[in-house]
């Protein structure tokens, strides 16, 4: 089940226009679907990266940020 499009008309330069017939071409698509397909991924991109949605939901760890911060950690590294 498909679901219902709109048409959009927008303008593009003659270059573009041939570069996405040959992209379209290679891979057996439409422009159509290559446009859709460029826009969800900006549209997805947009609303932030998957860490920045989910950064409410992840609480941060008690102790130092960097283990090598505290020397414990760091005696005898390197010996």
């Not at 089940?1 to 891979?27: C, E, G, H, I, W």
């Not at 960097?66 to 005898?76: E, F, H, I, K, R």
Request: aromatic residues 6%; without cysteine.
């Amino acid at each position: 089940m498909s679901l219902p499009m709109r048409t959009v008309s927008f303008k593009v330069p003659a270059s573009l226009d041939d570069t996405l017939n040959q992209l379209a071409r290679r891979r057996n698509t439409t422009r159509s679907a290559l446009f859709r397909q460029a826009l969800e991924a900006l549209t997805t991109v947009e609303q932030g990266s998957f860490t920045a949605i989910a950064d409410d939901l992840v609480k941060p760890s008690e102790g130092p940020p960097d283990l090598s911060t505290n020397p414990t950690y760091m005696a005898g590294f390197g010996e």
